[in-house]
């Protein structure tokens, strides 16, 4: 089955603490990006990557790291949580031909809280 | 800054009448436009695009109109299901750069 797969699904941690949320797609995807939802805010760009050690900072990068080593996986790094980084994050990844006209497709998102 | 603006954050509507949400983007440059459906605990899923020489796509029971001069576009459910119950975002964009909205929550009453 053709998926995006994000781990953990949820995960608290305190400020300060080195986490790193995993996705992994087997689509053969040459894009891959990450994305936080906020009430009122929507979907957010924090970093993408058009294909292997290629990545570019999104809207929102600050506080954010990423790999892209191989191209099922693109790990996004947070060195130093912090509370205002409590938010759900969503893999995605697409197809690198076609531009917007091939979609991205979703992992079911991590939810994490920063205390 | 919000490029994209969904002013209503929810929508409810009986099942079998038609859902009507709205997009509107300020960015001329924008070139291609989706929707997007997300169901609590999942990601969200394509649900239909439409790019800016058209000014309607249809697929099923879902349409997608785009109006360029007044940059804005909307989604048609007809008729609606209670499976169509969902976060809808809007998404627009040019190149490679997708901006999304931030979401209408449909519901979609017996």
């Known amino acids: 089955e053709a998926q995006v797969t994000q781990n953990p699904r949820y995960l608290i941690t305190v400020t300060g603490k080195k986490l790193t949320v995993t996705c992994s797609q087997n689509?053969?995807?040459?894009?891959m990006s990450w994305y936080r939802q906020d009430p009122g805010l929507g979907l957010r760009q924090i970093y993408y990557?058009?294909?292997?050690?290629v990545t570019d900072k999104g809207d929102v990068p600050e506080g954010y790291k990423v790999s892209r080593k191989e191209k099922r996986n693109f790990p996004l790094i947070l060195e130093s949580p912090s509370p205002n980084q409590t938010s759900l994050y969503f893999c995605a990844s697409k197809w690198g031909g076609g531009g917007l006209s091939s979609p991205l497709h979703f992992g079911n998102g991590t939810r994490l809280t920063v205390t | 800054d919000q490029q994209v603006k969904q002013n209503s954050p929810s929508l409810s509507v009986q099942e079998g009448r038609i859902s009507i949400l709205n997009c509107d983007y300020t960015?001329?440059?924008?070139?291609?436009f989706l929707w997007y459906k997300k169901y609590p605990a999942e990601g969200p899923t394509f649900l239909i695009s439409?790019?800016?020489?058209?000014d309607k796509n249809e697929d099923g029971r879902f349409t997608v109109f785009l109006n360029k001069s007044a940059k804005h576009l909307s989604l048609h459910i007809v008729p609606s299901q209670p499976g169509d119950s969902a976060v809808y975002f809007c998404a627009a964009g040019g190149g490679n750069k997708l901006t999304f909205g931030t979401g209408t929550q449909l519901k979609v009453e017996l």
């Open positions: 689509m053969n995807h040459e894009y």
């Open positions: 990557s058009m294909n292997v050690e």
């Open positions: 960015n001329s440059m924008f070139d291609y």
């Open positions: 439409i790019s800016s020489i058209k």
